[in-house]
């Protein structure tokens, strides 16, 4: 039994926080990618937090002067286009990536709080048979799914103001 606690094959980025980052840069050269120290650096933090961040939010986690704002845009282009990453809309607005574990297809779901922003991933998911009756029902085929919630953390609930 798995000791993770969103079961055997989760894709969500709590396995690819485990991935070491030699792992990592290793699949960006198995794609004839080079390994520079911004893409390098980029990874990493996406290693450690765990959760899905905003190109901002990681130009910023980054030693100042590593790399300029654009260098991450393409960082991120190029990670979401090896599959390396996920994107995420919170129907903010803004786009999140998440690091994904080797081999999974990062489908999760996002519990966010709307006061602080936390995030959480989510175990659930509807079930297929549900996706299945709502594709016949509108004579559709091939449908998928993005599905997050939002609410209100415990910590918010308090009055207390996250850390995240």
Do not use: W
């Not at 390098?40 to 996406?46: D, H, R, Y």
């Not at 991120?76 to 994107?87: F, S």
């Not at 994904?100 to 922003?117: F, N, S, Y």
């Amino acid at each position: 039994m798995s000791t993770h606690p969103h079961g055997e094959g989760c894709s969500c980025a709590h396995e690819a926080g485990r991935t070491p980052l030699p792992d990592l840069t290793d699949k960006l050269r198995r794609q004839a990618h080079k390994v520079t120290g911004p893409r390098q650096a980029v990874l990493e933090i996406l290693r450690r937090q765990g959760r899905p961040l905003a190109i901002r939010e990681i130009h910023q986690a980054l030693p100042e002067g590593d790399c300029d704002l654009a260098t991450v845009y393409r960082a991120m282009h190029l990670l979401k286009g090896m599959g390396m990453v996920q994107r995420f809309d919170f129907g903010d607005g803004v786009a999140r990536f998440e690091l994904l574990a080797e081999g999974v297809d990062g489908h999760h779901h996002h519990l966010i709080c709307v006061r602080c922003a936390e995030v959480v991933a989510v175990e659930e998911c509807i079930p297929e048979e549900m996706e299945r009756r709502i594709a016949e029902r509108n004579g559709f085929t091939a449908v998928t799914h993005k599905l997050e919630f939002f609410g209100i953390c415990a910590r918010c609930q308090g009055g207390v103001r996250c850390e995240t």
